[in-house]
């Protein structure tokens, strides 16, 4: 992550709402377990036939994970392993690469115990496959005066193994100084190479020694497997040592294996995220301000942030992901079939604890939210809504904690580490007023993915065209033109209007089933006059700010039809980390209702909006 800090801190503290009424379901859920005993249950599920790039089907809201890749729909706990898997085969194939299931390994491990109370023991794990090997060596802390367990194990993404004390990552201490629970190093450099520049060659790191076919960095040609897909295998061959070594005939290691717990921040949050995700036999995942790549959704980051101002797919550390990742960036992120959403949703029915911090706008923290607000909807459709939690708050610096999350944390910790019967029903969030519904709205009502409503907050918009039965023909190397245009109706005085930021983005669906999205950008700057107690539409039909040559469907440049159009002003970028130093509409009459349309025109014809009143109050 890349820290920008806030002044706003204390003043969004006071906004944080915490409230218990969308988590409706109590500790009890008879027939669905906690924890797994193997790493994948539904590892017996092909993958799904996913269509070439070309043919993904553009999806502008948060996709339903409860719709089989054959357009059926279940809801079902029983049918949700499969759809598990189903995610978890599109985040491979499409964002981080194939996490190997390392059947073909061979792994051994042992545990030597500490000497004195106040060191740690260690714990050695060697995998090895087609003649190289890998070896973790993690530190590994028992708690002492608390029984001889076995005891419930906190594995900590970290760097280095550190030679004494207990290792929360940045977890509060406060939580676990009086449980007794023991703690384990995975040291991700020992499987692959946190760099600090991208792109950097991988080509001797541990994993891609065992596994040279995924290759990244600057291998020959593109990765095969991001980091991601090679640490949270690291984390997984660690709980086959940590399995291995319980069972031991001198000194086993006393740890639980049916109560682990993973957690890790900031890149490392990601980690934490993608192995509890990727593991079933992790029974609670805590991943904090985790930003771009981890809880939030990546499509709704690129709708409603200016570009580069969060982590998006534009904007990421592409050794971390696998090489089809790129194809991805700008508007065809809309033809991700699977968001982090349901990277998140994949740890269910465990538990998952994620959190947030406002005053690093490069977390994405809106989207974080959304993502969350999606996430709690799968859970509570589950029947396990008390099993997911978030807590995006501000005031601190990027992975610190304020006292007041550490009753939350205590809580997660408590039921699914420890086993008591405490309320984790935890929703913490400055957000009372987003509009996040809007996303998933459309889950279970229409087979087609589409906004109910428009993005309309404090000047910034993201508005749809729909042009329902007014077809409009885009054909191959042709321009097309787009346009917008203000409007005061009533009495006022004379004004002016301009808009910022601003792109029409036009999605269309090809006559041989491909899609693209062409992007047609509108020039900044431009300020419109609107006369005294005029109502009429400035500029006048038939203005056109931007233009753009459409690229054409296929290898026979046939013709596409325009299925939606969206005008984006999202304002203007500060830079990295930064919120919006504008809004995207601007106006120097704000007492009277400012609206907006836009148009769409190819082969002399002409698509247009309904009237939007732009919403500077919010």
């Keep these: 992550m890349k820290p920008i800090t806030s002044a706003m801190s ?105 000497a004195t109370s106040s060191a740690k023991g260690t714990l050695t794990v060697i995998v090895t496959r ?24 906190l594995i900590a993404m970290t760097f280095f193994a550190s030679a004494s004390g207990p290792n929360y990552g940045f977890l509060p201490a406060s939580v676990f100084s009086s449980r007794p629970v023991a703690t384990v190093d995975f040291v991700h450099n020992q499987v692959a190479a946190y760099s600090f520049s991208s792109p950097s060659d991988h080509t001797k790191d541990p994993f891609y020694q065992l596994y040279p076919e995924l290759c990244a960095g600057t291998c020959t040609g ?13 984390v997984s061959r660690l709980i086959d040592g940590m399995e291995i070594a319980s069972h031991q005939a001198v000194n086993p290691l006393p740890v639980d294996m049916s109560h682990l717990a993973v957690t890790g921040c900031s890149y490392a949050g990601k980690m934490a995220l993608f192995a509890g995700a990727f593991d079933e036999r992790i029974a609670l995942t805590i991943a904090q301000e985790n930003g771009g790549g981890g809880a939030p959704a990546w499509r709704v980051s690129r709708e409603i942030e200016p570009q580069g101002s969060v982590e998006d797919v534009d904007d990421t550390d592409y050794d971390w992901f696998a090489g ?11 033809k991700l079939p699977a968001d982090h959403h349901e990277l998140m949703a994949m740890i269910a029915p465990r538990a998952l604890l994620e959190t947030g911090n406002t005053d690093y706008y490069w977390l994405s923290n809106r989207s974080n939210y959304i993502s969350a607000r999606a996430t709690q909807r799968i859970y509570n459709m589950l029947g396990i809504g008390d099993r997911f939690g978030f807590y995006i708050d501000g005031g601190h610096v990027h992975c610190g904690t304020l006292p007041a999350e550490a009753p939350s944390i205590a809580a997660f910790v408590d039921r699914f580490m420890l086993g008591k019967a405490v309320s984790t029903s935890v929703e913490v969030n400055p957000f009372p007023t987003l509009d996040y519904s809007r996303w998933t709205w459309w889950w279970g009502r229409s087979p087609l993915a589409y906004f109910p409503d428009n993005w309309n907050t404090g000047g910034s918009v993201v508005m749809s065209l729909h042009p329902g039965w007014d077809l409009l023909w885009i054909n191959s190397e042709n321009p ?34 491909s899609s693209y999205t062409l992007t047609v950008p509108l020039p900044a700057g431009q300020s419109w006059s609107i006369p005294a107690n005029s109502s009429e539409w400035v500029p006048g039909k038939g203005v ?38 504008a809004p995207g509409f601007t106006t120097s009459d704000t007492a009277d209702p400012l609206r907006v349309r836009f148009s769409c025109s190819a082969n002399g014809d002409t698509v247009q909006s309904r009237p939007l009143t732009v919403n500077f109050q919010q």
């Design 480 to 513: 097309v033109q787009a346009g917008y245009q203000f409007s005061i109706p009533g009495e006022h005085p004379a004004a002016t209007a301009s808009l910022t930021g601003g792109n029409v983005q036009m999605d269309v669906l090809c006559l041989d089933g």
């Design 324 to 334: 089809t990742m790129k194809q991805f960036a700008g508007d065809n992120v809309y």
């Design 130 to 153: 087609k003649g190289k090997s890998l070896t973790l060596t993690s530190g590994v802390y028992i708690p002492s005066g608390m029984g001889s367990g076995p005891f419930p194990a």
């Design 10 to 114: 204390s003043l969004l503290l006071l906004l944080f709402v915490a409230t218990a009424s969308a988590q409706k379901k109590a500790f009890e859920d008879p027939g669905i377990p906690l924890v797994y005993n193997v790493e994948n249950t539904g590892a017996h599920y092909h993958a799904p036939v996913f269509p070439d790039f070309d043919h993904l089907p553009i999806l502008r809201p948060l996709p339903d994970p409860f719709r089989f890749m054959d357009g059926w729909r279940d809801t079902s706990f029983q049918s949700w392993e499969r759809h598990r898997n189903e995610i978890k085969a599109a985040i491979e194939k499409y964002e981080i690469g194939p996490k190997p299931d390392c059947s073909d390994c061979t792994i051994t491990a042992s545990y030597v115990p500490p």
């Design 222 to 234: 593109t990765s095969n497997s991001g980091e991601y897909a090679a640490w949270a295998w690291g």
């Design 544 to 581: 056109y700010q931007g233009s753009a040559t459409a690229p054409g469907c296929g290898n026979m440049g046939l013709p596409g039809i325009l299925v939606d159009a969206y005008l984006s002003a999202l304002g203007t970028s500060a830079g990295v980390g930064n919120p919006p130093s």
